[in-house]
């Protein structure tokens, strides 16, 4: 479910990006995070989704932060795909988005995950055994 998600996230957030409101650059922004936090419960399917909310929350936070050396702006001026990935320009309500969409990942992760889950699965749906269970008896 999570790799069928990646691509509409990426169409998605593209589209935003081209429309020049507020709302939809903030919402470009959490999706930028939610595209991060799939690639990482995809990485690591085990961990509970609140670790890779952290794990995406930080790095987009450390991509804007990166923003302030002005090495982003100066590559995306030569290169212009590069913005789409690194920006141009930091901005805090950027770093708020972020957290909105690591938040809304791990919620959303995390509810279709019991839903969906069967019994005697661990949260992402792979089987656990009993401890006192042996493979192929």
């Known amino acids: 479910m999570l790799a ?3 691509p509409v996230v990426v169409l998605v957030g593209l589209m935003l990006h081209d429309v020049r409101m507020f709302e939809a650059s903030f919402a470009a922004d959490a999706l930028y995070t ?8 995809m990485a690591w399917p085990q961990l509970r989704p609140w670790w890779p909310a952290a794990i ?5 936070t450390a991509v804007e932060f990166f923003q302030l050396t002005g090495v982003p702006a100066e590559l995306a001026d030569r290169v212009p795909v590069v913005a789409l990935a690194l920006g141009e320009r930091f901005g805090w309500l950027d770093i708020v988005a972020y957290a909105g969409g ?10 279709q995950g019991r839903l969906a889950r069967p019994a005697g699965s661990d949260p992402r ?7 006192g269970e042996r493979l192929g008896e």
């Open 125 to 131: 749906g792979a089987p656990v055994l009993d401890p």
């Open 102 to 111: 690591a938040v809304g990942a791990a919620v959303v992760d995390g509810m």
């Open 4 to 6: 069928v998600m990646v």
């Open 56 to 60: 995406a929350f930080t790095f987009s």
């Open 34 to 41: 939610v595209l991060i936090y799939l690639l990482v419960a």
